[in-house]
């Protein structure tokens, strides 16, 4: 099971912050298809929070995390990086840009979709 730590801007401007605990991987599928796709889709933030609270434990982060995404509602865009966590200073720290990943997925779904 892979850990991200999200941070999220609602479409009404609201950042929080989340872990998403299961199958976080973009090539996994499952927090692309089952959580962004859905939330991209949205455009009220009650409807985005309500989703987010379903899938996520709210406003925590895990040291344990291997990936943290920005999601901006408002703009519609994911960014993925690699999660670092200094235990001596206890401080969290983004890694290397990972979005390469998560836009790679996509553009294998949106094949799949054309071939349907």
Request: include cysteine; proline fraction near 1%.
């Amino acid at each position: 099971m892979t850990r991200s730590n999200l941070h999220i801007t609602l479409s009404n401007g609201e950042e929080i912050v989340c872990v998403a605990d299961s199958s976080s991987a973009p090539e996994q599928g499952y927090i692309v298809e089952e959580i962004f796709s859905q939330l991209l889709a949205l455009s009220n933030s009650k409807r985005e929070l309500s989703l987010i609270k379903k899938h996520c434990t709210m406003d925590e982060r895990r040291a344990n995390a291997s990936y943290r995404y920005y999601i901006n509602l408002i703009t519609k865009t994911v960014t993925m990086f690699e999660e670092n966590f200094n235990y001596r200073t206890e401080r969290f720290r983004k890694g290397k840009d990972l979005t390469a990943r998560y836009t790679s997925y996509l553009e294998i779904l949106n094949v799949q979709d054309h071939e349907k």
